[in-house]
């Protein structure tokens, strides 16, 4: 998808969260690919229709808003296809919150994550639904998904150190688990990247990135950001983090929620 606008603002799908002015939704015909300004993220599906969302954003990364159907051209394979339906607005969130609780993050990580999640889920609306996913030797789902924080708290209050790291296990499994979700949906996985257990491997978790239609939003908390965090994000139309200080992984956070 790219924009009609003679100023080019980028454009990318998103799943992202409440505080977007202008949220819009595309169906068209077949698989859609979406050509942004500064690069592309592809979405294809066996089914006739496919829904996709978008936000626009300038160069200095303030929302456009005020956009209509013909500001926007919906590309498969280079030849232009139909948008049957276009509506702007606030649409539904479904967000899974996977947090490494492996034993190579035990301590200031793992508190670190646990922390920034909280702040995460204060940022959502009252009506947005997340889930809390345990991702260790075995990948678990610690709070199921719903709109339910007080019990969402609970399950990061109760995270502790366990098991190996099985990231692309993890990813795959946080995936089918978001992915029948209402509304726009995304992963946001906090990790210190280190995968050390997973029976898939990382090109395994990069095909169910790129076959999905869910966001995500890899950060890492080690001392590097893994390669393979940075080809998540750019698959699905998400971004990907390094922090390892509270208040600026807080800061990333934010700024996941407010876009």
Known sequence: MSSGSPTRPSIRPSSCY????????????????????AGAAQFTSGV???????????RTGQS??????????????????????????????SVAIAIDRSFSMSGDRLALAKSAARTFLGELRPSDQAMIIAVGSQTET???????????????????PWGTTGLYDAVIRAIDAIQTAKGRRALVLLSDG??????????????????????????????????VFAELATLTGGRSFHSSRPQELNTILQTIASE
């Open 64 to 93: 456009i808003t005020g956009l209509t159907r013909d500001d926007f051209t919906v590309l498969e394979d280079g030849a232009a296809q139909t948008v049957s339906v276009f509506a702007a607005g606030d649409f539904p969130l």
């Open 194 to 227: 280190n995968d050390r257990y997973s029976e898939a491997s990382a090109a395994d978790a990069l095909a169910k990135a790129r076959r999905s239609d869910v966001m995500i939003y890899p950060i890492a908390l080690g001392r590097e950001r893994p390669v």
């Open 142 to 160: 610690v709070a199921p998904l719903s709109a339910d924080r007080q019990a969402q708290y609970a399950a990061l209050t109760r995270l502790d």
């Open 48 to 58: 006739n229709v496919v829904e996709v969302y978008a936000a626009v954003t300038d």
């Open 18 to 37: 409440g505080r977007r002015p202008d949220l819009i939704t595309l169906l068209g015909c077949a698989a859609l690919a979406l050509a942004a300004a």
